[in-house]
């Protein structure tokens, strides 16, 4: 296993040997520890049912949890419910289903701080700089909106709670590889304002070229860590995970020469 010669700083988010599962006696996540510093951009990537997307939706009290726990910042969060974790600073993205489609950017981004509407100025004011074209289309559907640009308000949302650690689940499933580029540069926008990200993506080189840190997931386990070049040079990862997963980012490429829906 790689470990990242980076100066040690302050873990905002911790899951220490984590199982959990969807099914009685089936378990997804078996053993998987991640920790988040302060100020991190986290990557996880791994095989399809790897357990990546189970592990944010365990963190985010989705799953049931069996063993192992979840702490924010020392405190232990194991299986708290969703909107408590909201309030003690954790922001979810997920993959699919991530806007309200009736109701305007700012009406979702309203459902975004709805336990704390006096706010929405301040937090307004927080994500327009990130995200200036928000401020132009607020009165837009968000149903109206290309894929990308659903992306956009999904994690601003997220953001109107100010977070001090953001789950991305696959932020650039769907997206034609130049909408896929725009994200990953939104997303390295939010870590550089002070939010520690953690990130499950399907473009593996993608997601290592920005990333501070990555993790690779193999059945449920952290099998291999590092910093996202030492995962990129390491001859083992890429022969065994980066090779299936650069041929399904290099078909997603192939299909960019027809015509794009998002």
Same mark, same amino acid.
């Given at each position: ?6 100066a040690?700083?302050?873990v ?19 053993g998987?520890s ?5 100020g991190?951009?986290?990557g996880?990537?791994g ?46 993205v997920p *993959? ?11 009406e ?10 006096k706010?929405?100025e ?17 009165a ?17 949302r ?21 909408? *896929? ?7 390295a926008?939010?870590n ?9 993506? *399907?473009?593996?080189r993608r997601?290592? *070229? ?16 590092g ?36």
């Open positions: 296993m790689t470990e990242s010669t980076a040690p700083t302050k905002v988010l911790r899951t220490d040997e984590l199982v959990a599962g969807y099914l009685p006696g089936v378990n997804i996540l078996n998987a991640i920790d988040v510093h302060e991190e951009l986290i996880i990537i095989p399809n049912g790897a357990g990546k997307s189970t592990l944010l939706k365990a963190i985010f009290g989705q799953v049931g949890i069996r063993g192992g726990g979840v702490y924010l910042q020392g405190e232990e969060i194991t299986s708290l419910k969703a909107d408590k974790l909201v309030t003690k600073g954790v922001g979810m *993959q699919n289903n991530n806007v309200f489609p009736t109701l305007t950017i700012q979702n981004l309203e459902m975004g701080l709805f336990q704390r509407p706010a929405f301040e937090r307004f004011d927080f994500v327009v700089q990130l995200f200036p074209e928000l401020a132009k289309r607020r837009q559907r968000a149903g109206s909106l290309s894929g990308g640009e659903r992306q956009m308000v999904a994690m601003s997220a953001l109107m709670m100010d977070p001090s650690v953001l789950l991305l689940d696959e932020p650039s499933a769907g997206l034609s590889p130049v909408r *896929q580029d725009e994200t990953f540069l939104r997303i926008q939010i550089r304002a002070g939010v520690s990200v953690l990130m499950v993506e *399907q473009n593996a997601c290592l *070229q920005i990333c501070d840190r990555g993790y690779v997931l193999d059945q449920g386990r952290d099998a291999y860590t910093t996202g070049r030492e995962l990129l040079d390491d001859p083992k990862v890429t022969e065994l995970y980066l090779g299936t997963l650069a041929k399904d980012v290099d078909a997603e490429r192939a299909a960019a020469k027809r015509p794009e829906l998002d």
